[in-house]
């Protein structure tokens, strides 16, 4: 369900409209848009009655909301979401006709390590920081990450260099954390339908990057969004990075249809890492570009600079040096676009 509000409806018609929504037993989302705020409505089992609600100050109308999503559809807000994420060297958007750039290495290894990657990284301009401090690694037996000193770390980069931190939680426990210590909190793929994960982001007070489960269709990836909108936060981002297909000469199948797919049906913005994707440090840069001329919010990408050293994921990082051409080329394929990448 879906309540439309006057253009010029006041904060106290909105306010009430939501009070009134919340006094059912439901809950209540104002999305302010450019021209109106809607407010969605979900909790409800049942058909709401409409009357009580239209009858109210400054609703226009009530609409009932048949796709299985909702607070991520287009239907809730027509316009592009930009994400605003906070960081020492200031706000980094993603969505609308802003790019984001995200680098790092895949895993935090040591404050050495990051440093070094960091540094080496400062002068192609990129904003965002990734690495990860808790790893979900296939076998029990690889390296799993440093946990909260890993967190540290990257807290030391964050500023030293004045990078917004992206990292991933995989629990509850590393959420809280991640929470703490990072700018943004990543959910991975295999944990895209961890729905009680997916509900503790959605209470968090940080963007959500959200990665696509790698059997996932577009509706569950939407729906996994939906989940952490639904809790009240709705600073999500969408990244997609591959997913299993018959394909043998590729870890993935860097699936780059589904950015415009994305856009016909959500308002939020979609990153593409073609580093998970691929599999292949050769692939990164081609389908970097492909991504970011299908429409993708931004990249990101697996660096590393001893690659040949890293302890995950070695096979697909680039070096600081290759980023940075990376990063020159896309910068002029988004300005042809008019686009712009912070
Ligand atoms: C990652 O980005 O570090 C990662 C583990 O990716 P994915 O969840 O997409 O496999
Ligand atoms: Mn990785």
Request: net charge neutral; hydrophobic share 40%.
């Amino acid at each position: 369900m879906l309540v439309v509000m006057q253009s010029h409806a006041s904060e106290a018609q909105i306010r009430s409209v939501c009070e009134k929504i919340e006094s059912l037993g439901l809950k209540a989302h104002p999305i302010p848009g450019a021209g109106r705020t809607a407010i969605g409505i979900t909790g409800n089992k049942d058909a709401v009655d409409l009357g009580v609600l239209e009858s109210m100050p400054g609703v226009v109308e009530c609409i009932p909301v048949t796709k299985p999503y909702k607070l991520v559809s287009l239907d809730v807000k027509s316009e592009a979401t930009i994400v605003r994420i906070p960081t020492p060297s200031g706000d980094v958007l993603v969505g609308g006709p802003h790019l984001a750039m995200t680098a790092g290495p895949c895993a935090v290894e040591t404050e050495e390590q990051c440093l070094a990657i960091a540094e080496q990284l400062q002068p192609t301009g990129v904003r965002l920081f990734r690495g990860g401090a808790y790893k979900p690694r296939t076998s029990p037996y690889s390296f799993q990450g440093l946990g909260l000193p890993g967190l540290k770390i990257l807290d030391q980069v964050r500023r030293h260099c004045g990078y917004g931190i992206v990292t991933e939680a995989i629990d509850n426990e590393s959420l809280d954390l991640v929470e703490e210590w990072a700018d943004v909190i990543q959910i991975g793929a295999r944990n895209m339908q961890n729905f009680s994960l997916l509900k503790r982001a959605g209470r968090a007070k940080k963007p959500v990057l959200l990665k696509r489960g790698m059997a996932a269709t577009l509706d569950e990836f939407l729906m996994a969004a939906e989940y952490v909108m639904s809790e009240g936060n709705y600073n999500v981002m969408l990244c997609e990075r591959g997913v299993r297909t018959f394909s043998d000469f590729s870890r993935n199948t860097l699936d780059l249809a589904v950015v415009p797919a994305v856009k016909k049906r959500s308002h939020l913005p979609i990153l593409v890492d073609p580093s998970h994707g691929t599999g292949k440090r050769h692939k990164v840069l081609p389908l970097s570009r492909a991504a970011v001329a299908v429409g993708a919010d931004g990249l990101l990408i697996e660096v590393h600079h001893q690659p040949e050293k890293a302890l995950s994921d070695g096979m697909q990082s680039i070096l600081p040096s290759e980023f940075a051409e990376l990063s020159n080329e896309i910068r002029q394929i988004a300005a042809v676009l008019r686009r712009s990448v912070n």
